[in-house]
């Protein structure tokens, strides 16, 4: 018995201990899967729409000026005109360029195909011509502009962002295209500026992957398919609007990344993090939380061990007897058939049930009270105790019925054992408090088959528990 104590002590002890470890170690994952999903979902695409929302800000400008230069009268006019004196073109687009301080300004002409600038006519556009495309995309545009970043025309080094507005006539009538050039060099600056602030990468990069804007950290010919950690995920990165995820690199950190579309660029805008501050801070945390654990664990412990002697007993008998009659309970006959069923198997015995009903319980309830109930269904528990083996369990099973399981023991025999017990209540004289009363029993007998259920063989017991009321009861069938 001692050691069993001893073995329950150490169970708990490791119960215990385990317990700690592993709300220390269940609260340390889900703070830390709680602030990376709070980067992912929250900060990092905050820092995306921020930087999304100034560079709308930022080509608001150029917008309304491409807008003024389409709807102006004087480009009705000149058009009208035959396009006859291009220098009043070019003196417009020149003085347009100086007012709004842009760095280009340009129309192309639908009619002549004349690509106009402040500095001459430039060219003339081509469907032949690949770079001119942005034009034929414009002309064939249900919207009212595009926006779109290119090589300037006037200088085919510099990428520039453009503004190209369909200039329609009174008439309804597509007459070319207008607008402004703003300089990428905004856009660069607002990266430098949230990168930092927020300790963020961020860069652009197009429909093929290839990085287009980026920090002093990035090559002009990075692919992010060649970033590591990053060539497993990029084809996710260009196939949807906008994602955000995690991955980590060989060398253990983890990179935290959000993109997006930029549908007037018609790139991808990349922010993205390695690791998190705030991580540091929750393990650090974990490893006083441990220690904080480990120190209530051995004060509980040590409680534990000193209630448990006094009280071990009376909890096992609690949990396992039935507080009137001292009968095993219900709750734990199952463990007990189990077992039974598993050596009846192994030795090829025979096993019987009993469900044994205390015949007109109600009545003596009814008629001498509660307690004098509580006193007869203890006494008729101690008989059959006293007329049963060792190895048999009795159970209550009901509020007035018994369930005896018989181990190797034949139907016959537990019928021939449950009459001498029928008989012993029945002459027993039951005195309480002056009030005297016989008792009697009904019984049903029913043997175990292979493969049948616990509840099947109580079910064939109850059946022949039915037919002993039903032919009189103080009777066994």
């Known amino acids: 018995m001692k050691n069993r104590k001893r073995l329950y002590t150490v169970i708990i002890s490791i119960i215990v201990l385990l317990g700690f470890l592993a709300t220390s170690l269940i609260g340390y994952f889900v703070a830390r899967s709680s602030i990376s999903e709070r980067l992912q979902q929250e900060m990092l695409p905050l820092t995306s729409d921020n930087i999304y929302s100034e560079i709308q800000r930022d080509l608001l400008h150029p917008l309304v000026i491409s807008s003024l230069m389409a709807n102006d009268v004087f480009v009705f006019d000149w058009v009208n005109e035959g396009e006859k004196d291009p220098e009043k073109m070019e003196s417009y687009l020149s003085q347009i360029q100086k007012r709004y301080d842009t760095i280009t300004a340009f129309f192309v002409s639908s009619k002549t195909k004349n690509y106009y600038h402040p500095t001459g006519i430039l060219k003339q556009v081509s469907e032949d011509d690949s770079a001119d495309a942005w034009y034929f995309n414009a002309e064939n545009s249900s919207q009212p502009y595009q926006i779109n970043i290119d090589r300037d025309t006037a200088e085919p080094s510099r990428l520039s962002i453009f503004v190209n507005y369909r200039v329609i006539d009174k008439k309804g009538n597509f007459i070319g295209v207008i607008g402004v050039g703003l300089s990428l060099l905004v856009v660069e600056e607002l990266i430098e500026n949230y990168q930092q602030r927020y300790g963020r990468e961020i860069y652009f990069i197009d429909r093929q992957g290839q990085v287009m804007l980026q920090s002093s950290k990035y090559s002009k010919e990075l692919h992010i398919q060649n970033k ?12 949807t609007p906008s994602s955000s995820f995690s991955f980590d690199t060989i060398n253990g950190s983890t990179i935290y ?40 664990s051995l004060i509980v412990l040590f409680i534990l061990y000193i209630a448990s002697r006094g009280y071990q007993g009376r909890l096992e008998t609690m949990a396992t007897k ?14 007990f058939f189990i077992q039974a069923v598993a050596r009846a198997k192994r030795r090829n015995e025979a096993l019987s ?42 159970c209550r099973w009901g509020g007035e019925e018994f369930l005896l399981m018989m181990q190797d023991c034949s139907k016959n025999e537990a019928v021939r054992v449950m009459n001498n017990l029928r008989e012993a209540i029945a002459i027993h004289h039951f005195d309480y408090n002056g009030k005297k009363h016989q008792i009697t029993v009904s019984a049903g007998v ?32």
């Open 228 to 239: 590591e950690g990053l060539d497993k995920v990029f084809l996710r990165i260009l196939t």
């Open 257 to 296: 990344l959000n993109s997006r579309l930029v549908p007037e660029f018609d790139w991808y805008l990349i922010v993205e993090q390695v690791n998190d501050p705030a991580t540091e801070k929750v393990e650090n945390a974990l490893i006083v939380n441990l220690l904080v654990s480990l120190a209530i």
């Open 322 to 335: 039935d507080k009137l009659t001292g009968a095993t309970n219900r709750q734990i006959f199952d463990s």
């Open 353 to 394: 049930v009993i469900l044994i009903d205390i015949d007109h319980f109600k009545r003596v309830n009814d008629s001498y009270g509660h307690q004098y109930g509580d006193y007869v269904l203890t006494t008729v528990a101690r008989i059959m105790n006293q007329h049963i083996r060792e190895e048999d369990v009795l």
């Open 446 to 477: 029913a043997e175990y088959q292979q493969t049948e259920a616990m509840n099947q063989l109580i079910a064939r017991a109850d059946i022949s528990l039915y037919k002993a009321k039903n032919d009189g009861r103080n009777c066994v069938r």
